[in-house]
């Protein structure tokens, strides 16, 4: 009892004792206490549990993630909780921990805005808030804490700007404000932060100029400003920083050029990062004084000049990309760079690097594993022992001039995973030993010369994601191996090959794939049923085969599709209903085949901007725009027969009557031939003819004011007929020579001639005026949008048109406009019973309906070619021709005509091909710039490839949003050169005809819309 008494009265006096000799520590601890636990209780997330012991049951210096101080015990010093899941907001009462020096809280969920109180922690030397999602602005009391050495705010959602006064924190030596959405300009007083090593401003939307105080950062290691909106140039003192080791700043505006001794006066440095910028100058050979350095990032710029020489010194190299410049080298440097034992990367694609490619790339050390060479000048063959390098899983060599075979030992290359090398002259066939490649997810050998058979051997390649090889001479059958690759989830592309018999039934194990195209082969059959099961399909193309039989059922399943095109195939029956259900078609081509029937009226079918059914004869009704004749009602399929009967009946009557006709009209022919009495306006009979009183008052007595045009030989007016049709009036100058030549002409041509791209003739008029004089007219459709002169030199009417239309053709419009004119000219080449030469094609004969669809017009020098003889192809002596007189327009005419040769298709074909160039130039081919000594041929000609963006429509590059837009954009226009280049050359045989210039161009359009819908998705 008295045991228990005494331990009652110790307990009690201690307690007493304790009240009496620490007055105030209660309290004081009271105070960073119950700020813990009001931080806790804003804890909306703790998936760890980590609150768990902040308790009543022990002291709040035991908690998880509390220091206390052992001179002031129960304050708070360090308060630190990194990735526990935590989220909720940041109490303000954290202002309360008056003696706090470290605050991290990274890595965690807290939002809202960091409470302005943190600016009472004035003892505060760590403040680490990163990762996480807190907004609003940065508080703008933080400079009192002035012992404040590390403020890490990265990757958060920080707003505003950053506050002048952070430049009075006279200790702090890391500020980390990146990955936020600041904006604004870097304030100048940043630069009196003398101690301060590292400024991470990277990911916001700062603007303005890098402030020149930054200059005054002698301390700093690290300088990151990457990924903003800054402009002007680096100030030059930052380069004389020299314990600078990380520099980086991609992905801004700045312009100017690094100092040529960047290497001596930062020795320090590892990493530079300029990528995505307008700088320009040379790349300084000094960077390989910097002896530590390892990362080059420079890509997407201006660079001109030589690589380095030396690279090789720095043994340290591991990323070398400087793709997307315009340097220019021997490649040579390669050599140097096998002394780099850890170099990973090497990235120069898109620059003017010439030459062959070195044999010494095989010696460039084994922990290569990306090479990348891409849109360059690079000839010659691939090295057989760059499959030393075995580590490399990426290698692309796309859009060169290499030649020859592809090597067998790239099938050394065990670890590849994406192979590029399309867009060169490869020859031969695809070495089979790529099937050993069982690594690649990627491979691209489209637009080679690659021919024989597709090996079977990359049915081994069982990752494979994306498989393109169109555009090449591949012949045989689709190999069941490949269509085996369920892995194939992107692309399989087969197109534009030779490739025959029928689709392989395995075809339903793509069941992974995106998109399959097997256009333009020789592919024949029926599709199989099994392509059902390709259940993710958004993309298939069978166009320009010759596939057979009623469009499947089998199809129905695949509800993805985006792009089914089934045209210039022999598909027959029926459009099938199945097609209104597929709801995610943006793209429906059923065109050339022989399906008929009712076109259905719901679905894709409803838009009719995204759905062709031409070129089947048989097919009825569908939307008014599709503009089909309506399909017959049932009660006139009763009485058939009985029409058919007295329609026979009445044919052969009539053909009887008609071979009578035509034998008496041919008998008088001959005979006015013979004597010479023909007449040229007979032919105006083959037209309506209108008085030149009714033309008068159509035209407004021929005023001014409507006046669209003037010619060598007529003047167009706009008129409005008595009818109330609009139309264009050409009126003949009688008094310019030839021009009843032309009128006739004309009439001859036009109308033995009817093609949806060539203007239509309504009328002729043959007549005297008031004054008596004789008056020859022409009167065709009325053009809306009036000539393609207009549009690619709209200098000449202003920028607008009267209806307040931009006189500005799209890139993809442009394409339209020139497949229209060449199917034009091939009509008249080849789809005529007579050839016919056009002889003046021009800007201003090309006219632009309501649609900007194109219609070639004006046939005033047109001939027809009765035999295609050596006229027609334009290699006859110079001695061949009648006249000597050279006919078309100047800067437009085929060089032959000039040394006497006559009017011929192949003419035409230069026509064009200036033409084109114009197109995509925006330059006049008689421009004075071009000299004695040049046109534009051999303008465009030595611009291809790498100089293509200098010399294009400046109009076009308006299109382009960001730099891989402004790519494609490129990609599209050489191609489109190169055909116009083809079309154009001096020599007649060596010119590209019409139909293989529809072809290509229409490829070229295909691709260009295919990659943009890409960009899209």
Same mark, same amino acid.
């Given at each position: 009892?008295?045991?228990?008494?005494?331990?009652?009265?110790?307990?009690?006096?201690?307690?007493?004792?304790?009240?009496?000799?620490?007055?105030?520590?209660?309290?004081?601890?009271?105070?960073?206490?119950?700020?813990?636990?009001?931080?806790?209780?804003?804890?909306?997330?703790?998936?760890?549990?980590?609150?768990?012991?902040?308790?009543?049951?022990?002291?709040?210096?035991?908690?998880?993630?509390?220091?206390?101080?052992?001179?002031?015990?129960?304050?708070?010093?360090?308060?630190?909780?990194?990735?526990?899941?935590?989220?909720?907001?940041?109490?303000?009462?954290?202002?309360?921990?008056?003696?706090?020096?470290?605050?991290?809280?990274?890595?965690?969920?807290?939002?809202?805005?960091?409470?302005?109180?943190?600016?009472?922690?004035?003892?505060?030397?760590?403040?680490?808030?990163?990762?996480?999602?807190?907004?609003?602005?940065?508080?703008?009391?933080?400079?009192?804490?002035?012992?404040?050495?590390?403020?890490?705010?990265?990757?958060?959602?920080?707003?505003?700007?950053?506050?002048?006064?952070?430049?009075?924190?006279?200790?702090?030596?890391?500020?980390?404000?990146?990955?936020?959405?600041?904006?604004?300009?870097?304030?100048?007083?940043?630069?009196?932060?003398?101690?301060?090593?590292?400024?991470?401003?990277?990911?916001?939307?700062?603007?303005?100029?890098?402030?020149? $105080?930054?200059?005054?950062?002698?301390?700093?290691?690290?300088?990151?400003?990457? =990924?903003?909106?800054?402009?002007?140039?680096?100030?030059?003192?930052?380069?004389?920083?020299?314990?600078?080791?990380?520099?980086?700043?991609?992905?801004?505006?700045?312009?100017?050029?690094?100092?040529?001794?960047?290497?001596?006066?930062?020795?320090?440095?590892?990493?530079?990062?300029?990528?995505?910028?307008?700088?320009?100058?040379?790349?300084?050979?000094?960077?390989?004084?910097?002896?530590?350095?390892?990362?080059?990032?420079?890509?997407?710029?201006?660079?001109?000049?030589?690589?380095?020489?030396?690279?090789?010194?720095?043994?340290?190299?591991?990323? #070398?990309?400087?793709?997307?410049?315009?340097?220019?080298?021997?490649?040579?440097?390669?050599?140097?760079?096998?002394?780099?034992?850890?170099?990973?990367?090497?990235?120069?694609?898109?620059?003017?690097?010439?030459?062959?490619?070195?044999?010494?790339?095989?010696?460039?050390?084994?922990?290569?594993?990306?090479?990348?060479?891409?849109?360059?000048?690079?000839?010659?063959?691939?090295?057989?022992?760059?499959?030393?390098?075995?580590?490399?899983?990426?290698?692309?060599?796309?859009?060169?001039?290499?030649?020859?075979?592809?090597?067998?030992?790239?099938?050394?290359?065990?670890?590849?995973?994406?192979?590029?090398?399309?867009?060169?002259?490869?020859?031969?066939?695809?070495?089979?030993?790529?099937?050993?490649?069982?690594?690649?997810?990627?491979?691209?050998?489209?637009?080679?010369?690659? $021919?024989?058979?597709?090996?079977?051997?990359?049915?081994?390649?069982?990752?494979?994601?994306?498989?393109?090889?169109?555009?090449?001479?591949?012949?045989?059958?689709?190999?069941?191996?490949?269509?085996?690759?369920?892995?194939?989830?992107?692309?399989?592309?087969?197109?534009?090959?030779?490739?025959?018999?029928?689709?392989?039934?395995?075809?339903?194990?793509?069941?992974?794939?995106?998109?399959?195209?097997?256009?333009?082969?020789?592919?024949?059959?029926?599709?199989?049923?099994?392509?059902?099961?390709?259940?993710?399909?958004?993309?298939?193309?069978?166009?320009?085969?010759?596939?057979?039989? $009623?469009?499947?059922?089998?199809?129905?399943?695949?509800?993805?599709?985006?792009?089914?095109?089934?045209?210039?195939?022999?598909?027959?029956?029926?459009?099938?209903?199945?097609?209104?259900?597929?709801?995610?078609?943006?793209?429906?081509?059923?065109?050339?085949?022989?399906?008929?029937?009712?076109?259905?009226?719901?679905?894709?079918?409803?838009?009719?901007?995204?759905?062709?059914?031409?070129?089947?004869?048989?097919?009825?009704?569908?939307?008014?725009?599709?503009?089909?004749?309506?399909?017959?009602?049932?009660?006139?399929?009763?009485?058939?027969?009985?029409?058919?009967?007295?329609?026979?009946?009445?044919?052969?009557?009539?053909?009887?009557?008609?071979?009578?006709?035509?034998?008496?009209?041919?008998?008088?022919?001959?005979?006015?031939?013979?004597?010479?009495?023909?007449?040229?306006?007979?032919?105006?009979?083959?037209?309506?003819?209108?008085?030149?009183?009714?033309?008068?008052?159509?035209?407004?007595?021929?005023?001014?004011?409507?006046?669209?045009?003037?010619?060598?030989?007529?003047?167009?007016?706009?008129?409005?007929?008595?009818?109330?049709?609009?139309?264009?009036?050409?009126?003949?100058?009688?008094?310019?020579?030839?021009?009843?030549?032309?009128?006739?002409?004309?009439?001859?041509?036009?109308?033995?001639?009817?093609?949806?791209?060539?203007?239509?003739?309504?009328?002729?008029?043959?007549?005297?005026? #008031?004054?008596?004089?004789?008056?020859?007219?022409?009167?065709?459709?009325? !053009?809306?949008?009036?000539?393609?002169?207009?549009?690619?030199?709209?200098?000449?009417?202003?920028?607008?048109?009267?209806?307040?239309?931009?006189?500005?053709?799209?890139?993809?419009?442009?394409?339209?406009?020139?497949?229209?004119?060449?199917?034009?000219?091939?009509?008249?080449?080849?789809?005529?019973?007579?050839?016919?030469?056009?002889?003046?094609?021009?800007?201003?004969?090309?006219?632009?309906?309501?649609?900007?669809?194109?219609?070639?017009?004006?046939?005033?020098?047109?001939?027809?070619?009765?035999?295609?003889?050596?006229?027609?192809?334009?290699?006859?002596?110079?001695?061949?021709?009648?006249?000597?007189?050279?006919?078309?327009?100047?800067?437009?005419?085929?060089?032959?005509?000039?040394?006497?040769?006559?009017?011929?298709?192949?003419?035409?074909?230069?026509?064009?091909?200036?033409?084109?160039?114009?197109?995509?130039?925006? =330059?006049?081919?008689?421009?004075?710039?071009?000299?004695?000594?040049?046109?534009?041929?051999?303008?465009?000609?030595?611009?291809?490839?790498?100089?293509? !963006?200098?010399?294009?429509?400046?109009?076009?590059?308006?299109?382009?949003?960001?730099?891989?837009?402004?790519?494609?954009?490129?990609?599209?226009?050489?191609?489109?050169?190169?055909?116009?280049?083809?079309?154009?050359?001096?020599?007649?045989?060596?010119?590209?005809?019409?139909?293989?210039?529809?072809?290509?161009?229409?490829?070229?359009?295909?691709?260009?819309?295919?990659?943009?819908?890409?960009?899209?998705?």
């Amino acid at each position: 009892m008295g045991k228990q008494l005494f331990l009652i009265l110790n307990s009690a006096l201690l307690w007493w004792w304790s009240s009496i000799t620490i007055p105030g520590a209660c309290s004081r601890n009271q105070t960073d206490r119950l700020a813990l636990v009001s931080f806790r209780n804003t804890i909306r997330e703790d998936p760890f549990g980590v609150l768990s012991s902040w308790n009543d049951s022990t002291h709040h210096c035991e908690w998880q993630g509390v220091l206390c101080s052992q001179r002031h015990p129960g304050r708070v010093t360090s308060l630190v909780l990194i990735s526990q899941g935590l989220g909720g907001f940041l109490s303000p009462h954290i202002g309360n921990l008056s003696f706090l020096r470290v605050m991290i809280l990274q890595n965690n969920s807290f939002r809202g805005e960091i409470p302005p109180q943190v600016g009472n922690l004035h003892r505060l030397r760590d403040l680490t808030l990163s990762y996480n999602s807190f907004g609003g602005p940065i508080p703008s009391n933080l400079s009192c804490c002035s012992n404040l050495e590390n403020l890490n705010l990265i990757y958060n959602q920080l707003v505003g700007g950053i506050h002048s006064n952070l430049g009075s924190l006279p200790r702090l030596k890391v500020l980390g404000l990146s990955k936020n959405s600041l904006v604004g300009l870097i304030p100048a007083s940043i630069g009196n932060l003398s101690q301060l090593e590292n400024l991470a401003l990277l990911d916001n939307a700062l603007r303005g100029e890098i402030p020149e $105080q930054l200059s005054r950062l002698k301390m700093l290691k690290f300088f990151q400003l990457s =990924k903003n909106k800054l402009t002007g140039e680096i100030p030059l003192g930052i380069f004389n920083i020299s314990g600078i080791s990380y520099f980086s700043v991609s992905l801004n505006r700045l312009r100017g050029s690094f100092p040529d001794g960047i290497g001596n006066t930062l020795p320090s440095l590892s990493v530079l990062s300029a990528t995505s910028n307008l700088l320009t100058g040379k790349i300084p050979s000094s960077l390989t004084n910097a002896t530590g350095f390892q990362e080059l990032y420079l890509y997407n710029n201006r660079f001109h000049g030589p690589v380095p020489k030396n690279l090789g010194r720095l043994k340290g190299l591991y990323m #070398f990309t400087l793709a997307q410049n315009q340097l220019k080298d021997d490649l040579s440097f390669i050599s140097s760079l096998a002394n780099c034992s850890n170099l990973e990367v090497l990235s120069m694609g898109s620059n003017l690097f010439y030459g062959s490619l070195p044999t010494s790339i095989s010696n460039l050390s084994t922990s290569v594993q990306r090479i990348q060479m891409p849109n360059n000048q690079i000839r010659g063959t691939i090295p057989a022992a760059l499959g030393n390098l075995f580590n490399l899983t990426f290698l692309s060599l796309k859009d060169n001039f290499l030649t020859e075979h592809v090597p067998d030992s790239i099938g050394a290359l065990y670890s590849m995973q994406e192979l590029d090398i399309s867009g060169n002259m490869f020859t031969g066939e695809i070495p089979s030993l790529i099937g050993n490649m069982t690594s690649l997810y990627v491979l691209d050998l489209h637009s080679n010369n690659f $021919q024989g058979y597709i090996p079977q051997s990359l049915g081994n390649c069982n990752r494979l994601t994306s498989l393109d090889l169109s555009n090449n001479n591949l012949l045989g059958s689709v190999p069941v191996e490949i269509l085996g690759l369920s892995s194939l989830s992107i692309l399989l592309s087969l197109a534009h090959n030779n490739l025959s018999g029928s689709l392989p039934r395995q075809v339903g194990s793509l069941i992974n794939l995106g998109e399959l195209d097997l256009s333009y082969n020789k592919l024949t059959g029926l599709i199989p049923a099994s392509i059902g099961g390709c259940l993710r399909l958004e993309r298939l193309h069978l166009e320009a085969n010759s596939f057979l039989g $009623q469009i499947p059922q089998a199809l129905s399943p695949l509800r993805g599709l985006q792009e089914l095109d089934l045209s210039s195939n022999i598909f027959s029956g029926p459009i099938p209903a199945f097609l209104t259900e597929l709801s995610l078609l943006k793209y429906l081509n059923l065109s050339f085949n022989e399906l008929e029937g009712q076109v259905p009226e719901s679905g894709v079918f409803l838009n009719a901007s995204i759905v062709s059914v031409s070129g089947n004869r048989q097919l009825c009704g569908g939307v008014p725009v599709l503009k089909l004749p309506l399909c017959k009602s049932p009660s006139s399929d009763k009485s058939s027969t009985t029409k058919t009967i007295v329609i026979s009946v009445v044919t052969v009557s009539l053909s009887c009557l008609a071979l009578l006709f035509l034998s008496i009209y041919c008998y008088r022919k001959k005979k006015q031939t013979t004597t010479g009495a023909s007449t040229p306006l007979s032919l105006e009979h083959q037209f309506l003819r209108i008085s030149y009183e009714e033309l008068l008052r159509a035209t407004d007595r021929f005023s001014e004011s409507n006046l669209i045009g003037k010619g060598r030989y007529g003047t167009v007016y706009k008129g409005i007929l008595d009818s109330g049709a609009t139309v264009a009036v050409k009126v003949l100058n009688l008094m310019q020579r030839g021009a009843s030549k032309s009128f006739v002409s004309e009439c001859r041509t036009l109308g033995i001639i009817r093609h949806r791209n060539l203007v239509k003739i309504l009328s002729v008029c043959s007549s005297v005026d #008031f004054r008596g004089n004789d008056f020859k007219a022409l009167i065709y459709e009325f !053009m809306a949008n009036e000539s393609l002169e207009e549009w690619l030199h709209p200098e000449t009417i202003g920028q607008d048109d009267e209806r307040g239309i931009s006189r500005n053709l799209r890139l993809v419009q442009r394409l339209n406009i020139a497949i229209n004119i060449a199917t034009a000219i091939e009509y008249l080449h080849k789809g005529c019973s007579l050839a016919i030469a056009h002889g003046d094609l021009k800007p201003s004969n090309v006219l632009l309906d309501n649609d900007m669809v194109a219609r070639v017009g004006d046939f005033g020098l047109a001939k027809i070619i009765s035999t295609m003889s050596a006229e027609a192809i334009g290699v006859q002596d110079q001695g061949s021709s009648t006249s000597t007189a050279v006919r078309g327009s100047i800067g437009y005419v085929p060089p032959e005509y000039g040394m006497g040769h006559k009017v011929s298709t192949v003419g035409d074909a230069y026509s064009y091909g200036i033409l084109l160039l114009e197109m995509f130039t925006g =330059k006049r081919p008689t421009e004075e710039a071009f000299g004695q000594h040049l046109n534009l041929h051999s303008f465009v000609r030595m611009a291809l490839p790498n100089r293509t !963006m200098d010399i294009v429509d400046l109009r076009l590059w308006s299109e382009a949003g960001d730099r891989q837009q402004e790519s494609k954009i490129g990609d599209c226009i050489i191609s489109v050169f190169e055909v116009g280049v083809a079309c154009s050359m001096e020599s007649p045989p060596d010119r590209m005809d019409m139909t293989e210039a529809i072809r290509k161009l229409c490829s070229i359009k295909a691709s260009y819309e295919t990659k943009e819908r890409r960009t899209r998705m």
